[in-house]
């Protein structure tokens, strides 16, 4: 052992007239620990949550997005002829691509939703048989068959569907087998100016995905009922594709996106991730900032490191000049109180990284806070990221190392003759 760490873990060790240098060096010790437990566990909390958000919105069908720009012919209608799209080869290419699970031409337009007195702005989706397929295997509520008829003597009148979701009905009071009346801002010609296309739904059901934004805002009903509810055939609005792997959207859209200009210029394709950049995007500013924020503990901590250094020294001045005296140099005397600012620091930096395990492995495994029911789960979510149990000691462990050069140099720059008259 090189003699300046023997000397280093010696001045670690209380002594009478020590004492209050010896407190201020635990309290440097715990608040490092508590600074980098606090890091660790807040950060893998953010990233369970946006985890958590990741795997709700890639549990829709919506993987890929397509839709028009202002540059395609026929966007004043918003809306791209069917024919088109299926005597073009890269759509030909894509519905045959082994990566996807399904593609979907969709018919939507915006509108208000009102039940009584309740009103809200939605997106109603008209979608094919295929759609309403898998959208029925997440219902949570379902109306009767006899709710969606009338009979009119020997005639059965069929009435329109539409399925809402979980937190829409929640807020506007619907229940299966309930009439709701869809408004489009859209206008058809009427006896004496326009007026908007009206007309009343029956809710079939009520989907649950996990995603309340997308339970309180999109609305689906078959394509057949939407093209006679808008008046447009054989055009579509949107083509939404879902693929087989989720994770693999952003490799599909870079095999598509450049043949998809060629081919149909003025089209815009999107995956899921870029649909929801903002959000994500959010998300990361969100755990940077708090990593600052909360880093400033250690920071603090740090300089309480600088204090009980500092005093140290003083403490210290006359066996630094008989250290000197005997040949030490000046880098030897600087060794000394790094190394014993690296064992205070490197000390705190492992028990908040052990602490900070023993809470995620709690929170994981017992799960004893619950979350609001606005929240997608009840309980907190927790990752296990190598780059934040490695990184964020790493970090502080650098903060403390640059906290400690300054009381360091100053030890080294003292002289013999220094010490002697700061005892005489």
């Known amino acids: 052992m090189n003699w300046t760490h023997w000397v280093a873990k010696r001045y670690l060790k209380a002594k009478r007239g020590t004492r209050f240098i010896s407190m201020s060096t635990g309290l440097s010790m715990g608040g490092i620990a508590l600074g980098v437990a606090a890091i660790i566990v807040v950060l893998s909390v953010m990233k369970g949550f946006e985890k958590q958000l990741s795997e709700k919105l890639v549990s829709s069908d919506l993987h890929v997005l397509i839709t028009p720009e202002s540059s395609f012919p ?5 809306v791209v002829p069917s024919a088109r799209l299926d005597a073009s080869p890269i759509i030909a290419s894509m519905k045959s691509d082994r990566d996807v699970a399904l593609y979907s031409a969709n018919l939507s337009t915006e509108v208000i939703i009102r039940n009584g007195n309740k009103v809200s702005g939605v997106l109603a989706k008209g979608v094919d048989d295929i759609r309403i397929g898998r959208l029925k295997k997440t219902l949570v509520e379902e109306a009767l068959p006899q709710m969606l008829v009338d009979r009119d003597g020997p005639e059965v009148i069929r009435f329109p569907t539409v399925y809402i979701g979980k937190e829409l009905a929640y807020d506007m009071g619907v229940i299966p087998g309930d009439f709701v009346t869809l408004i489009s801002p859209s206008q058809m010609e009427g006896p004496f100016s326009n007026i908007p296309r009206i007309r009343r739904f029956v809710v079939a059901g009520i989907y649950h995905f996990g995603v309340p934004e997308q339970e309180s805002h999109i609305v689906f009903t078959p394509i057949a009922e939407m093209e006679s509810f808008m008046r447009k055939k054989g055009v579509s609005s949107e083509i939404e594709i879902t693929l087989k792997d989720p994770n693999q959207s952003q490799g599909f859209v870079q095999r598509y996106r450049s043949q998809l200009k060629d081919q149909l210029d003025g089209l815009r394709m999107r995956d899921w991730n870029e649909l929801n950049s903002n959000l994500f995007a ?19 901590a740090s300089l309480n490191i600088v204090s009980t250094l500092t005093l140290l020294v003083q403490e210290k001045l006359k066996e630094i000049s008989i250290l000197k005296t005997l040949g030490a140099t000046p880098k030897n005397i600087s060794q000394i109180f790094v190394w014993k600012g690296l064992l205070i620091g490197g000390v705190g930096v492992l028990w908040g990284s052990g602490i900070a395990v023993v809470i995620c492995i709690l929170l994981k495994r017992f799960q004893f806070i619950e979350l609001p029911d606005v929240y997608y789960d009840r309980t907190l979510p927790v990752t296990f990221d190598l780059v934040y149990f490695l990184g964020v000691p790493l970090v502080s462990f650098a903060i403390v190392l640059i906290a400690c050069y300054f009381p360091a140099k100053r030890a080294a720059q003292l002289t013999p003759l220094e010490g002697i008259r700061g005892h005489s």
């Open 282 to 300: 959010s998300m990361r500013l969100e755990r940077i900032s708090m990593f600052l924020i909360l880093l400033f503990t250690v920071m603090i």
């Open 74 to 78: 026929g966007f004043d209608m918003g």
